[in-house]
């Protein structure tokens, strides 16, 4: 049943935290969010999950998520041209500026620390690693474990010509090094710091959410993030996890935007008294848009795997109800297919 128990590595890898009083999001105990959070209780967590065994099972159609193969010839042929391939859920691969990127590749069969429970994969994933051009940068958004997928970085830590740079948020390192990814491949950034690579430059932006890996001990002790890619002319940006918050979103924008091109999370946002504070729904996904003023936006981080209660088609009904209501066109916020592939 057990894989390698990385839950455990990470409890004993933890980084150590070292608030930094200057930065508001730098708490006495662990890293905070710049609006009001607060995590579900446990008594919200449990009637959730008992009420799952007396309710009637949601109508998952996984059939209906819109999937196609891609063109991984062409990403590998591809040396000029900007491009964005969404793989599933919160992962993406983004050409740009020269560099091969991967945004929260999660490419295993579950997203758990077990080998045979947890949340399983429901469509087939389109390109693997071995399709892909060989990867030079991956981003990582925070700790969870349909964001941080072990089995895919020790798969990156091994890949032909040695494993790609990372950038992580405040505390993160430590995970990713459990993983057998080299310390120096590894650079962890603050909110509204950058680093560098090439001609690409990557920011990590706020988000309103939490951390944690193991089961007990590091609640909030590593950050959380979202990431603007910016080069060749192009910014593309993703929030990461995240609750609603306009007064961050706005912010976010007046720093950022416009953005060219957004990925945008519409999935595993019910029920809402339990998921508000940490992701948002379609209809909060689409005030997003417009706040950061994005130009085009993909719709992700739903229809791979099943997290939470909705059905895993229902985000795309609600996603189209959403841009009616505030008037924005599908051919600007857009849903993809797991697979394809923008051309920027």
């Given amino acids: 049943?057990?894989?390698?128990?990385?839950?455990?590595?990470?409890?004993?890898n933890r980084a150590p935290y070292v608030a930094q009083p200057a930065a508001r999001h730098h708490g006495p105990a662990g890293y905070r969010n710049l609006n009001p959070f607060r995590l579900p209780s446990l008594g919200s967590l449990l009637h959730w999950k008992l009420a799952q065994w007396w309710r009637p099972r949601p109508d998952h159609r996984p059939e209906m998520v819109p999937l196609t193969s891609g063109d991984p010839a062409?990403?590998?042929?591809?040396?000029?041209r900007s491009s964005v391939t969404w793989l599933g859920h919160a992962s993406s691969f983004v050409q740009l500026a020269g560099q091969n990127v991967l945004i929260d590749p999660a490419l295993s069969p579950r997203v758990s620390p077990f080998r045979h429970l947890g949340p399983r994969r429901q469509v087939p994933l389109p390109i693997d690693l071995p399709d892909l051009p060989r990867i030079d940068l991956v981003?990582?958004?925070?700790?969870?474990?349909?964001?941080?997928d072990f089995p895919t970085l020790k798969r990156l830590a091994r890949q032909q010509g040695g494993a790609p740079d990372f950038v992580v948020p405040l505390g993160v390192a430590r995970?990713?090094?459990?993983?057998?990814?080299?310390?120096?491949?590894?650079?962890?950034?603050?909110?509204?710091?950058?680093?560098?690579?090439?001609?690409?430059?990557?920011?990590l932006t706020p988000a309103h959410h939490w951390s944690n890996r193991g089961p007990w001990g590091d609640l909030n002790k590593a950050l959380w993030g979202g990431y603007l890619l910016e080069g060749a002319g192009l910014k593309i940006w993703y929030p990461g996890d995240t609750g609603y918050q306009a007064e961050l979103f706005h912010e976010i924008g007046r720093h950022i935007g416009p953005v060219d091109l957004a990925l945008l999370?519409?999935?595993?946002?019910?029920?809402?008294?339990?998921?508000r504070a940490q992701h948002v729904n379609p209809d909060e996904a689409v005030r997003i848009f417009r706040h950061v003023a994005a130009r085009k936006a993909w719709a992700v981080h739903w229809g791979t795997f099943i997290l939470t209660d909705e059905p895993i088609q229902q985000p795309m009904a609600e996603l189209a109800m959403a841009l009616r209501e505030q008037g924005v066109s599908p051919d600007d916020f857009m849903l993809p297919a797991i697979g394809e592939t923008i051309w920027l």
Avoid at 74 to 80: D, P, S, W
């Fill in 1 to 12: 049943m057990f894989r390698r128990p990385d839950w455990l590595a990470s409890l004993f």
């Fill in 74 to 80: 062409a990403l590998r042929a591809n040396h000029l």
């Fill in 139 to 148: 981003l990582l958004t925070h700790l969870h474990y349909d964001h941080l």
């Fill in 175 to 203: 995970a990713v090094r459990a993983a057998g990814v080299p310390a120096e491949r590894i650079v962890e950034l603050d909110w509204w710091h950058a680093v560098q690579r090439g001609a690409l430059r990557v920011l």
């Fill in 265 to 275: 999370p519409i999935g595993a946002y019910e029920p809402r008294k339990v998921m």
